[in-house]
């Protein structure tokens, strides 16, 4: 004999009328029902999680055998967003930004030419700064978005993309015998691999203000994108940065502000320090004397965080100064001239 937790007669009748007083709360929260009968309970449909996901006034009352007699409101479907890109076309080596507006997004990601688009959180939309590599081939491209939202289905998009040609000049470097080695793919790559940890850090949110300054006083020795020829082979690769001559020892400053991402002595790129300003966008100082800075450090645009050097791939004291986001390679005279993102 275990305890009954069954309903006596009498308390039936209060449930039934309990039942009724619900119903006619849900009739007075709901605008214009139509008359509920008690008599000829309609099938109890299941609730679609879409419209129920959002608290209203009637909501708890779907849990009531009866409560289905009243419709419940249907919700006004949120429109999706909208997919802005500026500008367009846009150049090798250069940039666009993304925007998402609208459509009640919690989050949103894509992909463009096979690297990973990270969006951040802004005034009132998502955003996202689309990299062009300056080896892309020029032409019609697309990139594919997805926006996570709160309600309706997931959103999906393919924003097309034009690509113009730039300009890009051969330069040839004569290397000393002792610096040959670093030319060797195998040491390259492993270095290569040892960076992509850091550009694969989620992108947090923006931290530069306004334009970039450049990091130190001095000539162009190498321009962005110069397709590279070493000791009179035919090119094989591209140049990654701005290389600017200086004396050794001359300060360098940060380009923006940011978080130093990295700071320590590598083979091919010498003393190194990468800062990380948000967004997915990272700035490059290669072949230092000195590191003045240390990993995790917050620096402001315009803090020194090193010395003019020759360390690593280098033929002369110079400063290799680079822009990328994540993986992709960017010219990084554009963000100089004009002020990118919101
Ligand atoms: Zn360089």
């Not at 846009?90 to 940039?95: A, L, W």
């Not at 190498?222 to 600017?244: C, K, M, V």
């Not at 290669?286 to 995790?296: A, D, I, N, P, R």
């Amino acid at each position: 004999m275990g305890t009954g937790v069954g309903l006596r007669p009498e308390d039936k009748k209060g449930v039934l009328i309990l039942l009724i007083l619900l119903t006619s709360v849900a009739i007075n929260c709901t605008p214009e029902p139509p008359a509920p009968t008690m008599t000829v309970p309609p099938p109890t449909p299941i609730p679609s999680p879409e419209p129920t996901a959002t608290p209203s006034p009637t909501a708890t009352i779907t849990l009531l055998p009866t409560a289905t007699a009243t419709p419940l409101p249907t919700p006004t479907p949120l429109s999706p967003p909208t997919v802005e890109v500026e500008p367009l076309p846009v150049r090798q080596g250069s940039i666009a930004v993304l925007r998402l507006r609208g459509g009640d997004l919690w989050a949103a990601d894509g992909s463009f030419q096979g690297q990973a688009i990270k969006f951040v959180r802004g005034a009132g939309s998502f955003w996202a700064i689309v990299a062009v590599s300056p080896v892309s081939p020029p032409g019609q491209h697309q990139v594919i978005v997805r926006g996570h939202r709160t309600q309706g289905a997931e959103f999906q998009a393919t924003v097309p993309l034009t690509v113009t040609e730039a300009s890009f000049v051969v330069d040839s470097v004569e290397l000393p015998p002792d610096r040959v080695e670093l030319l060797d793919p195998a040491v390259v790559e492993e270095e290569r691999r040892k960076l992509s940890q850091v550009f694969a850090r989620p992108a947090g949110d923006k931290q530069w203000r306004g334009t970039f300054i450049m990091p130190v006083v001095g000539e162009v020795t190498s321009p962005f994108g110069a397709r590279r020829s070493y000791n009179g082979s035919p090119p094989t690769g591209y140049h990654e940065g701005l290389d600017l001559g200086a004396p050794e020892g001359e300060e360098v400053t940060a380009a923006n502000g940011g978080v130093v991402a990295l700071a320590r002595s590598l083979k091919v790129r010498g003393n190194a320090v990468i800062i990380d300003h948000g967004v997915n966008v990272f700035s490059g100082y290669y072949h230092l004397s000195q590191v003045t800075v240390t990993e995790g450090q917050q620096v402001k645009r315009g803090e020194v965080i090193g010395r003019v050097g020759e360390t690593g791939l280098a033929t002369g004291p110079h400063l290799h100064w680079e822009m990328r986001i994540g993986e992709v390679f960017v010219k990084p005279e554009d963000w100089l001239e004009r002020e990118i993102g919101e």
